[in-house]
């Protein structure tokens, strides 16, 4: 086991804290401007939307989420401070795939407190049209 200096150690530990994923809550200036002009079940829909697509592109590199609809095989299930969707979709690469998710946010709809999906199958372009999905 080799020891590194002390300024060392402090240099990598700072390294490896910048490498880390910021917070849901980090979210750009012209995001969080947008979000506040919502009604409120908007911003609820909006905020989740755009937590889904962030979340499904940095946890597997093999997607860039760019477009999500959370009602395309089924109306979501709404709360006051959540969303529950089990037929939801998303679109990478070109390609839609089915979704579910489930996403709770604080009562301003700003901070996704949690979220959990699960991405399903591919879904073939000739159902595109019966879902309103597109390219």
Known sequence: MVLLPPMNRLFFALLA???LPWPASAMDS????????LDPQ????????????????RD???????????????????GADAIRSPGA????????YRLKFKCETAPDHMEVLQLRYRIGDEIPESDWPKYNLYN
């Open 17 to 19: 804290w910048m490498a």
């Open 30 to 37: 012209a995001l969080r401007a947008g979000l506040l002009k």
């Open 42 to 57: 908007t911003r609820l829909e909006q905020r989740c939307d755009a937590e889904i697509l962030d979340r499904i592109t």
């Open 60 to 78: 597997d590199h093999k997607y860039k989420a760019d477009r999500v609809v959370a009602y395309a095989f089924a109306t979501p299930e709404m």
């Open 89 to 96: 979709a998303f679109r990478s690469k070109g390609q839609w």
